[in-house]
């Protein structure tokens, strides 16, 4: 259990992110865990945060916390894209709109539709980044 409102997001996603099926099944990259990648892909998983603003009026109302949570298919190269395309979809449908996450007392909220970007090419992979635009509205610390 976090304490800060940032890990409560962090923590409130990436136990979002384990409860997603994907066919094949791919390994995830957590953030700061020793990884070591497999050849047929796997997620890899960063949290942007953007900046804290104050939602109500005096010292002790709300901030809202907003951010992006990006979820990157590494899908092996030489494989097609079709596949690689549909394990985004499958991020991004998993993520809808309207989704609320409960962590710790905080309801983390994902805004807008996710958005998957377009696959970039390296020597062993492709990667589809799938952005997630979240929302919380916390207390102000004591």
Request: proline share 7%; aromatic share 8%.
């Amino acid at each position: 259990m976090a304490t800060g409102v940032e890990a409560s997001i962090l923590e409130g996603l990436l136990a979002h992110l384990s409860s997603l099926t994907l066919v094949p099944a791919k390994s995830v990259a957590w953030p700061n865990v020793d990884f070591d990648p497999p050849d047929s892909g796997y997620l890899g998983v960063q949290l942007f945060p953007a900046s804290t603003n104050q939602i109500a009026l005096g010292d002790t109302g709300q901030n809202r916390h907003r951010g992006v949570f990006q979820v990157s298919v590494f899908w092996e190269l030489g494989e097609g894209e079709l596949d690689a395309q549909e394990a985004a979809a499958s991020v991004a449908a998993h993520f809808k709109r309207g989704t609320q996450l409960l962590q710790d007392g905080l309801y983390v909220r994902v805004l807008t539709p996710p958005t998957v970007g377009p696959a970039v090419y390296d020597k062993k992979y492709i990667q589809i980044p799938v952005s997630i635009e979240y929302q919380v509205d916390a207390d102000n610390p004591a």
